[in-house]
C-alpha cells in the first residue's frame, strides 16, 4: 500500500512539473488531484455513474499555452481529452489518469455580416452560442436542445436537434477550424487545407484534436415556429402502439416538410408526439389534417406559436425535465440508428411486441426515456462519406435512457438490461423480419456497453478511413477514451 501511494504521488510530482512548465506556472490554470474539492470544482463530471480521476485539470488562454499541453503529455505518454460543455455521458472528457484541456477561457465569438460566417471559440456553450448568433444578428444554426451542451463535443461528434432537417447537423455548419494536434501544431483545417484531417474532427473529433476554434455557417433564424406537444397518457399500451404506428407512417412520407421536427416520447406515463414546427400555425393546421397524423386520435394537444429564441427556451425546458439538461445525474444512455435506407420501418408485429415488453419488463427505475428522433432531411443531402459521422442514411432513431432513482447506487444492471433488451428485440425482430436495415448507434450518445464493437457502430463504414487518418495524425494515441478511433497498423496501446 505505502509502496503504491508514494510510487503514485511521484507519477503526479512528474505530471504537475510538466504542466506547471506548460502553463508557466500561472497557478489559476490548472489543478491536481490533490485539492481539496478537485472532483467537485474541477471535474465537474456530468455523469456522476462513473468514476474517474484525471491527473490535472488545465484552463489554458491561448492554443500555444495547449500546444504545449498536448507536448508534454505525448512525451510522457499521458492521454489529453479537450472539454468544453462537460456533457460527454460519459467520462471522455475527463480522461483517467490523463490531462483535462478545459477550453472554458475559449468563447470569443464574432460574426462577419458580409458572409454571415461566426467564428466561435471551442469552448462555448449552445446557449452562449445561440445567443450571440440571435441577439442581435437574427441569425442561426442547427444543434441539439441542451444549453449547457458544449460546441465542442457537439460540433465534433454530430449535433442533431429540431432544425437540424432544415440546416443539418451541427458539424455540417463547421466550414473551418483552428486545432492543436497530437505533435503540437497549431493549424487552421478546412476543405483545401488538410482535408484528411477536417474529414475526421467532423465526426469524431475527440480522437484526433483540440478545437480552439469553429467557422460556421449560419442561416437566418427561422420566424413562425410552433410548438406542439400530444400526451396519450389514458389508455392502454395497444392503444398506445397504434398511435406509434401511425406516427412511424407520418414521418416515412417523403414529402414531409423539413420544416417539421418531431419525436416520439416513450415514459412510465404512456407515449407523447412532440415537437417544432419551423412556420405558420396556418401551415401548421394544413399538415395535421394528413392522413396518420397523430393528433387524429385522442390525445391532448398544447400548442404554441413563439419566435426561435422563444422556443429554444422551451426546448430547453423541456430536456431539463426530461435528462437533467445541465444538472449532473447517474445516467445510462443508449441509440439505435436505423439505417440502410429512409423506407426502414419497424414492422407494426415488432412494435406491438415492442409496446407488450415495455409493458411487463422490470425496468428497475422509474425514471426511462425511449425517444424516437425523426432525423433525414439536410442532414442526409450529404453523402455518407462526406464527413467522418456515418448516419447519413437514418431517418430516424432511438435514444433510450435512464436515470438512477437511487441515489445511493448507480444506474443497475436492470436498467442498462432493460434498455439494451428494447434495442435487442427490435435488432433481432427486423433481422428475422428480413428488413434491410443496417443498424449503428450515435456516438454523441456514448454507450460504454457496446465494448469492443463501439467504432464500428458508431462510424460505421467511415471507420477504415478514420483508422488511417489517425495513423497519420496520432499513431501514439495521445487523444483517446475508450472508445476513440484507433490507429490503422497498430494495435491499441492500453493505458
Ligand atoms: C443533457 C444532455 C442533452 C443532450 N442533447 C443532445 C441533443 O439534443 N442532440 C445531440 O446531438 N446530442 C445531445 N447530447 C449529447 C452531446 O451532444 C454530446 O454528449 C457532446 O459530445 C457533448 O459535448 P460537450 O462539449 O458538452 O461535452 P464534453 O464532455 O466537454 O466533450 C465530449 C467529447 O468531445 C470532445 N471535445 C470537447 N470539446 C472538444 C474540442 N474543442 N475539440 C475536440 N474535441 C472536443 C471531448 O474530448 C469528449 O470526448 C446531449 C447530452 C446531454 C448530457
Ligand atoms: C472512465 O472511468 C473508468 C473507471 O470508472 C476507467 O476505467 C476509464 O478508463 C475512464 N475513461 C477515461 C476516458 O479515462
Ligand atoms: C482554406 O483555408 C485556406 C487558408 O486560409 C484558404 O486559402 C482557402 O480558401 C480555404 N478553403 C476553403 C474551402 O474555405
Redesign the pocket.
Known amino acids: 500500500m505505502g509502496i503504491v501511494l508514494s510510487l503514485l504521488s511521484r507519477q503526479e510530482s512528474k505530471v504537475e512539473k510538466l504542466v506547471k512548465q506548460a502553463l508557466g506556472n500561472d497557478e489559476t490554470l490548472y489543478a491536481f488531484p490533490d485539492e481539496p474539492f478537485y472532483a467537485y470544482d474541477h471535474v465537474k463530471l456530468?455523469n456522476l455513474d462513473i468514476p474517474t480521476r484525471p491527473a490535472a485539470v488545465t484552463y489554458p488562454k491561448t492554443p500555444q499555452q495547449i500546444e504545449a499541453i498536448v507536448k508534454a503529455a505525448a512525451k510522457v505518454g499521458l492521454a489529453v481529452?479537450?472539454?468544453?460543455?462537460?456533457?460527454?455521458?460519459c467520462n471522455?472528457?475527463s480522461p483517467d489518469g490523463g490531462i483535462i484541456v478545459d477550453?472554458r477561457n475559449f468563447k470569443k465569438f464574432s460574426m462577419d455580416t458580409k458572409t454571415w460566417r461566426a467564428t466561435a471559440g471551442?469552448?462555448m456553450l449552445l446557449g452562449e452560442l445561440t445567443e450571440a448568433m440571435y441577439n442581435p444578428h437574427k441569425r442561426a444554426m442547427a444543434?441539439?436542445?441542451?444549453p449547457?451542451?458544449?460546441?465542442?463535443?457537439?460540433a465534433?461528434?454530430?449535433?442533431?436537434?429540431p432544425s437540424s432537417r432544415l440546416f443539418g447537423a451541427?458539424l455540417d455548419h463547421v466550414l473551418e477550424v483552428q486545432?492543436v494536434t497530437a505533435d503540437g501544431q497549431i493549424l487552421r483545417a478546412n476543405e483545401t487545407q488538410h482535408p484528411d484531417l477536417f474529414w475526421a474532427?467532423k465526426g469524431a473529433?475527440?480522437s484526433?484534436?483540440?478545437?480552439?476554434e469553429f467557422v460556421l455557417r449560419t442561416e437566418p433564424a427561422p420566424r413562425d415556429t410552433v410548438q406542439y406537444k400530444y400526451s396519450f397518457t389514458s389508455g392502454s399500451w395497444g392503444e398506445m402502439a397504434a398511435v406509434f404506428k401511425s406516427w412511424q407512417r407520418f414521418i416515412a412520407d417523403p414529402e414531409l416538410p423539413r420544416e417539421f421536427a418531431t419525436t416520439a416520447t416513450i415514459t412510465a406515463l404512456g407515449l407523447t408526439v412532440s415537437g417544432t414546427f419551423y412556420g405558420s400555425e396556418e401551415d401548421f393546421e394544413q399538415l395535421s389534417l394528413k392522413p396518420d397524423f397523430p393528433l387524429r386520435h385522442t390525445g391532448e394537444k398544447t400548442a404554441v406559436s413563439k419566435n426561435w429564441m422563444d422556443v429554444l427556451t422551451h426546448q430547453a425546458e423541456e430536456?431539463a425535465l426530461k435528462?437533467?439538461?445541465g444538472i449532473s445525474a447517474q445516467a445510462y444512455t443508449k441509440t439505435l440508428t436505423f439505417g440502410g435506407s429512409e423506407q426502414n420501418l419497424i414492422p407494426d408485429e415488432t412494435v406491438d411486441k415492442l409496446f407488450d415488453h415495455i409493458e411487463r419488463a422490470d425496468k428497475g427505475t422509474l425514471i426511462w426515456f425511449l425517444i424516437f428522433d425523426l432525423a433525414g432531411g439536410k442532414v442526409n443531402d450529404f453523402e455518407m462519406k462526406a464527413t467522418a459521422y456515418a448516419h447519413r442514411d437514418a431517418l430516424y432513431y432511438l435514444q433510450s435512457y435512464a436515470i438512477s432513482d437511487n441515489i445511493f447506487n448507480g444506474v443497475s444492471r436492470t436498467t442498462k438490461d432493460f434498455l439494451g433488451g428494447i434495442s435487442n428485440l427490435i435488432v433481432s425482430d427486423m433481422k428475422a423480419d428480413g428488413v434491410f436495415t443496417e443498424f449503428g448507434a450515435?456516438p454523441?450518445?456514448?454507450d460504454l456497453e457496446l465494448g469492443a464493437g463501439a467504432q464500428a457502430m458508431y462510424w460505421r463504414s467511415n471507420l477504415p478511413r478514420l483508422e488511417e487518418i489517425k495513423a497519420d495524425w496520432d499513431p501514439t494515441q495521445v487523444f483517446r477514451?475508450p472508445q476513440s478511433v484507433r490507429p490503422a497498423r497498430q494495435r491499441w496501446r492500453s493505458s
Open positions: 456530468y481529452q479537450a472539454k468544453s460543455g462537460g456533457h460527454s455521458y471522455f472528457s477550453l471551442g469552448g444543434h441539439g436542445t441542451c449547457q451542451v458544449g460546441i465542442g463535443g457537439h465534433t461528434i454530430g449535433g442533431l436537434g451541427a486545432v474532427l473529433g475527440a484526433f484534436g483540440v478545437i480552439t430536456v435528462l437533467g439538461g450515435y454523441g450518445y456514448v477514451n
